[in-house]
C-alpha cells in the first residue's frame, strides 16, 4: 500500500512564444519588403520542415512547468490547487500523456485515466446509450468492461428515460451526469479529475465525491484532483500540493495548503478596493467600493488573535434614491468550505443617493482557529430580495491562537490539539459537586 | 511507465495495438454519425460517384471522342476509374481534416493519435461499398461479365486506401499546426482528378510521357481497377501498378515518420 504509484522528479514543461523585436522606427517600403519576403522564405522552408513557426522576431521560453518534483501512494487522493496559470493543468496533461514533458521524468505504475473535462469525446448526434460505449473507448475501457457496468452507469447517471435521445437534446445537468457516470465507472489505477465537479446539482456533486472517496478508500485507487473549491478539496484530501508560478511551493496537509493559497500574495486579501478595478461590481442601483478587515485599533490587518474581536467593513454607493435602505450582508465561511454565519445589516429608511459603509463586528472567541472567508452582499429587500452585488469569498481572515500564550488558558486547559468546529466560542460551562 | 522529455519510440506500435478498440469505436462513430441529420441519408454515397460518371461520360466519351479500353462501354470506364478516385479523395480530405475535427479529444485524453486518421478512411470504405454495388447494378444494366481478375479488387482497394492514409497522416499533422492545408487539399484534390485517368483511359497518354504520368500512385491504381473490371483483356500495365506500389509505400512510410515526429506536440499546437 506504501509505494508511491506516481513519482515526479524535476518536471519542467516549455512553451516558446513570440515577441515582436523592437525596430528602429522608420523602414523605407524597400526595407519593410525585403524584411517581409525574407520572413515569408524562412517560414515556407520551417512549415515544410515541419518546424514550429512562432510570430514575432524574438522568441521567448515560458516554463508552465519547473523543477515539480512529488510522489503519491497507493490509495491517497492528492489535491492540486493553485492560481489559474499555476501549472496545475499542464501538469495534468502531462501526467495523463497528452502532452510531452520538456524535462525531468515521471514514472506511473498502473493505467491512468483522466477526467480532464466532462464529457470529452461526447458526440451530440449520438445517442446516450451510442456515447457510452464511445466515451469508455475513448478513456480506455472495453467493450466488455462497458457492457459489464452498463447498468450501473445508466443508473448512476439517473437517464434511463433518456437512453436512446441523441445527447444534443440532453440538459446540461445530464449531460454532466452521464459524462461523470462512464468516467466514475472506468476503475483506472490512477484517476486525474480536473474541475469536473463545478459542474452540476449539489446532490448529484455529492454523490460524485462520495464515488471518488469509495474509488480511493475501498478499491485503493489513486485519485489526483484538481478544484478551484477549497471546500472540495479539503473535505476530499488529505495531502495536497500547492502549485504557484510552475513550481510546487507546498506539499503537505490540505488545510494548510488552501491556507497557504489564500494567505499567498494575490488570493483573497484582507482589503479589497473595487474602485480601481475596470469592472463594476454591482448593478444599476448600487456598486460595491471596497472591503476590509480592521482589528479593534482599527488597524487594517488579515491576521486576527483569537482572543479579540474584529471588524468587517465594506462600503457601497447607492446610484438611485430607492424607497428604504438595502441590507448589507456578510457571509463568512471555514476552509472548508463551511458557513460559520450570516450577519446582515439594520433595516433603516434611509434610502437617498451616497456612499455608505457597513460594520461587521465580530466578537472575540467566536471563530475557531481556521482561515475564514468573507462574501460581501447587499440585497434590496423592498423589492423581492433584489441583490445588488454578491462578492464571493472577497476577503479572508486568519483566526490565529498563539499556542504557547493560550495553551494554560480557560479555552484550551493545556490540550494542545485541533478544536474541530465551524466556531469556537467561549461557552460557559460549570461544574458542581452533587454528591 | 515512465514519461520522459525524449521519446521512447519502442512502444508506439504495441501502444497502437492496445488501443485497437478505440479504432473500432471511432470508425464506427465516424460511419454513424456521416448522414445523421440527412434527408436522403446514405443515398449521397450512391449518388455522388453516379452524377460524375454521367458528366465524365457525357464530356470525355461523348463531346471529346475518347477511346475506352478493352471494349467496355465508357460508363463503365469512367466508374472504374472513379471508385479508386473518390475513395482516395474522400479519405484523403477526411482523414487530413480529421484531427483539427477532434482537437476537443487531441487536447483531453491520451491514445495514439494515428487512431484519429486511419479511423477515417473507414468512413470512406464504407461509401466506396456502396458505390461498389452502384458498379454492379451498372455491369448488369450493360450485361457486362467481369473475369476471374475482379477477385483482385481488394487488393486494389487496399492500395488506394494506403495512398490515402500515407498522404492523409502527413497532411492531418500539418494541418493541426498550419491551416494552410486545409485550403490546399480541395486544390490539390481538384487538379489530382485531371492528372488522373479518371474520365480518360490512361492508354491515351503518350508513350515517352507513360512513365512520368505513373508515378502519380492513382495511375497504377486505376489501371488496376480497371484491369479487374473490365474483364482483364488488356495486357495487365504491371509498370505503372509497381510504380504506384513503391510511390505508396514511400508515402507511407514518410506519412508515419511525419506523424510520428509531430505527435508529441500535437496537443500544444493544435
Known amino acids: 500500500m506504501s509505494e508511491a504509484v506516481i513519482s515526479v522528479e524535476g518536471l519542467g514543461k516549455k512553451y516558446l512564444i513570440g515577441h515582436q523585436a523592437a525596430t528602429k522606427s522608420y523602414l523605407t517600403l524597400r526595407e519593410a519588403l525585403m524584411r517581409k519576403s525574407v520572413g515569408l522564405l524562412q517560414q515556407t522552408k520551417n512549415i515544410l520542415l515541419g518546424h514550429p513557426i512562432i510570430a514575432g522576431e524574438t522568441l521567448e521560453e515560458i516554463w508552465a512547468l519547473r523543477h515539480a518534483s512529488f510522489s503519491v501512494k497507493c490509495g491517497e487522493i492528492l489535491g492540486i490547487i493553485g492560481k489559474n496559470g499555476a501549472g496545475k493543468s499542464t501538469l495534468l496533461k502531462i501526467l495523463s500523456r497528452i502532452t510531452k514533458p520538456s524535462a525531468g521524468r515521471v514514472a506511473l505504475r498502473g493505467r491512468v485515466a483522466s477526467l480532464l473535462e466532462v464529457g470529452t469525446g461526447f458526440h451530440p448526434e449520438l445517442t446516450g446509450r451510442e456515447n457510452i460505449f464511445l466515451n469508455g473507448a475513448i478513456l480506455g475501457m472495453t467493450r466488455a468492461d462497458i457492457r459489464k457496468r452498463f447498468d450501473e452507469i445508466v443508473a448512476f447517471a439517473e437517464i434511463e428515460r433518456f437512453l436512446d435521445t441523441p445527447v444534443k437534446r440532453y440538459s446540461s445537468g445530464m449531460y454532466v451526469r452521464l459524462a461523470f457516470a462512464v468516467a466514475a465507472h472506468l476503475e483506472p489505477d490512477i484517476l486525474i479529475v480536473d474541475e469536473v465537479l463545478a459542474v452540476g446539482d449539489a446532490q448529484f456533486q455529492k454523490k460524485c465525491l462520495g464515488k471518488m472517496g469509495e474509488v480511493a478508500s475501498d478499491k485503493g485507487r489513486t485519485v489526483l484532483f484538481v478544484s478551484h473549491q477549497m471546500g472540495m478539496i479539503t473535505s476530499l484530501c488529505p495531502r495536497a500540493i500547492l502549485l504557484e508560478g510552475g513550481r510546487v511551493v507546498f506539499d503537505g496537509n490540505a488545510a494548510e495548503g488552501v491556507a497557504q493559497y489564500y494567505t499567498r500574495d494575490g488570493g483573497a486579501p484582507f482589503a479589497v478596493d473595487y474602485t480601481k478595478l475596470p469592472k463594476k461590481i454591482g448593478d444599476q442601483l448600487a456598486t460595491l467600493r471596497q472591503g476590509w478587515i480592521e482589528d479593534m485599533r482599527e488597524k487594517t490587518t488579515g491576521e486576527i488573535d483569537i482572543r479579540c474581536g474584529f471588524k468587517i467593513k465594506m462600503q457601497y454607493a447607492l446610484d438611485r434614491a430607492t424607497p428604504e435602505h438595502p441590507v448589507p450582508n456578510f457571509h463568512i465561511y471555514n476552509s472548508q468550505g463551511q458557513c460559520a454565519f450570516v450577519c446582515g445589516g439594520r433595516r433603516s429608511s434611509d434610502g437617498g443617493i451616497g456612499i455608505y459603509e457597513a460594520t461587521c463586528f465580530v466578537p472575540s472567541n467566536l471563530l475557531n482557529n481556521d482561515i475564514y472567508f468573507i462574501d460581501l452582499a447587499l440585497t434590496f429587500m423592498h423589492a423581492g430580495n433584489h441583490v445588488s452585488f454578491h462578492e464571493r469569498g472577497a476577503l479572508s481572515v486568519v483566526i490565529v491562537d498563539p499556542i504557547e500564550e493560550t495553551l494554560h488558558s480557560e479555552a484550551r486547559n493545556g490540550y494542545s490539539g485541533v478544536f474541530p468546529g465551524v466556531v469556537r466560542p467561549q461557552i460557559n460551562c460549570e461544574v458542581r459537586r452533587v454528591s | ?270
Open chain 2, 1 to 270: 511507465m515512465i514519461i520522459e522529455s525524449e521519446s521512447l519510440a519502442n512502444h508506439f506500435w504495441r501502444d497502437l495495438w492496445s488501443y485497437r478498440e478505440l479504432f473500432f469505436v471511432l470508425a464506427w462513430r465516424d460511419v454513424s454519425v456521416r448522414y445523421k441529420q440527412t434527408i436522403i441519408g446514405m443515398l449521397w454515397a450512391i449518388l455522388r460517384p453516379f452524377l460524375t460518371m454521367v458528366v465524365f461520360t457525357v464530356i470525355f466519351g461523348k463531346l471529346g471522342g475518347f477511346p475506352s479500353e478493352a471494349g467496355a462501354p465508357y460508363a463503365l470506364l469512367v466508374f472504374a476509374g472513379l471508385l479508386p478516385w473518390s475513395l482516395f479523395a474522400t479519405s484523403l480530405a477526411d482523414a487530413g481534416n480529421s484531427l483539427i475535427g477532434n482537437s476537443n479529444l487531441i487536447s483531453k485524453v491520451y491514445f495514439p493519435r494515428l487512431i484519429i486518421p486511419a479511423a477515417a478512411i473507414v468512413t470512406s470504405l464504407v461509401d466506396f461499398l456502396i458505390s461498389l454495388f452502384v458498379l454492379i447494378d451498372l455491369m448488369v444494366w450493360y450485361q457486362y461479365v467481369p473475369g476471374w481478375p475482379f477477385l483482385l479488387l481488394p487488393a486494389f482497394t487496399m492500395m488506394a486506401a494506403a495512398a490515402a492514409l500515407g498522404a492523409g497522416l502527413y497532411i492531418s499533422s500539418m494541418t493541426a499546426k498550419y491551416r494552410d492545408f486545409r485550403f490546399i487539399i480541395p486544390f490539390a484534390l481538384q487538379l489530382g482528378l485531371y492528372v488522373s485517368p479518371v474520365g480518360y483511359s490512361s492508354n491515351i497518354v503518350p508513350e515517352g510521357w507513360q512513365l512520368v504520368f505513373s508515378l502519380n500512385p492513382l495511375v497504377g491504381i486505376i489501371d488496376g481497377f480497371r484491369w479487374c473490371i473490365l474483364r482483364g483483356q488488356e495486357a495487365f500495365n504491371w509498370q505503372s501498378v509497381l510504380i504506384s506500389a513503391a510511390v505508396i509505400a514511400l508515402m507511407l512510410w514518410f506519412g508515419v515518420r511525419q506523424f510520428r515526429s509531430n505527435e508529441d506536440t500535437l496537443a500544444d499546437v493544435i
